[in-house]
């Protein structure tokens, strides 16, 4: 197979600002994310439900996502 090597894009200085933003936007998302679950687990652990954990009109999330993550409750 042969290598295509592909033209490199060169960016505006606009457009060079514009993707650091959409970076540190999606890298500020991931975290929050991130510490959303950690909030989650601590709840889980301190005993509360499930079902009210992952109501969506609680978190957003659902339990199946919970159970993916954490595994399925074992008390």
């Known amino acids: 197979m042969t290598d295509v090597v592909r033209p490199k894009k060169v960016l505006t200085e606009e457009q060079?600002?514009?993707?650091?933003?959409?970076?540190?936007?999606?890298?500020?998302?991931?975290?929050?994310?991130?510490?959303?679950?950690?909030?989650?687990k601590k709840a889980r652990d301190a005993g509360v439900g499930d079902m009210l954990l992952m109501d969506p009109s609680q978190t957003g999330w659902s339990r199946a996502t919970l159970n993916r993550r954490y595994g399925p409750r074992t008390d």
């Open 16 to 40: 060079l600002a514009l993707l650091a933003e959409a970076v540190a936007d999606a890298k500020l998302a991931d975290a929050a994310v991130e510490k959303a679950w950690a909030s989650i």
